[in-house]
């Protein structure tokens, strides 16, 4: 008895070793995380409607504007980086960053005149830049404790 059970313990590890997890890279996604440099988190957001994620970053001269007072700044600098949500394998009910739609930047220069790009992805369908310009300036951040 002791030997049938060894067996059937040892063919059950064996078979449930076999078993294949298919990857990101293998399913042809990657997933690009985006690196911010020198530049500091300000805020996120999500969009439950279309299932994504943002995270607001800026410079220094960015931080510490007080809410509201960013297109007056002339050396302001934000990136609004934006990724689908996805379901996290390891926890359920969980949402974690999956693929990267779109990294959008918004300078102020000397002028006081806002400089709009999208650096990788495209504008969301029916939104024109000045209304991408004014969700990104109007973003509030988020108050950390001292």
């Given at each position: 008895?002791?030997?049938?059970?060894?067996?059937l313990f040892l063919c059950?590890?064996?078979?449930?070793?076999?078993?294949?997890?298919?990857?990101?890279?293998?399913?042809?996604?990657?997933?690009?995380?985006?690196?911010?440099?020198?530049?500091?988190?300000?805020?996120?957001?999500?969009?439950?409607?279309?299932?994504?994620?943002?995270?607001?970053?800026g410079n220094k001269e960015?931080?510490?504007?007080?809410?509201?007072?960013?297109?007056?700044?002339?050396?302001?600098?934000?990136?609004?980086?934006?990724?689908?949500?996805?379901?996290?394998?390891?926890?359920?009910?969980?949402?974690?960053?999956?693929?990267?739609?779109?990294?959008?930047?918004?300078?102020?220069?000397?002028?006081?005149?806002?400089?709009?790009?999208?650096?990788?992805?495209?504008?969301?369908?029916?939104?024109s830049r000045e209304q991408?310009?004014?969700?990104?300036?109007?973003?509030?951040?988020?108050?950390?404790?001292?």
């Open positions: 008895m002791k030997k049938i059970l060894s067996v059950s590890l064996i078979f449930g070793s076999c078993s294949k997890n298919i990857s990101d890279r293998e399913n042809g996604k990657i997933r690009f995380m985006f690196e911010p440099g020198e530049l500091k988190f300000i805020s996120s957001s999500f969009n439950t409607d279309r299932q994504t994620m943002s995270a607001l970053y960015a931080l510490s504007l007080p809410e509201g007072a960013r297109h007056s700044h002339d050396r302001v600098f934000l990136k609004l980086v934006t990724y689908k949500m996805m379901e996290d394998p390891q926890y359920f009910g969980s949402k974690v960053n999956g693929e990267l739609l779109r990294v959008e930047t918004v300078k102020a220069g000397g002028d006081g005149k806002l400089d709009y790009t999208t650096e990788y992805g495209e504008i969301p369908s029916g939104e991408r310009i004014a969700d990104i300036m109007d973003t509030d951040p988020v108050n950390f404790p001292q």
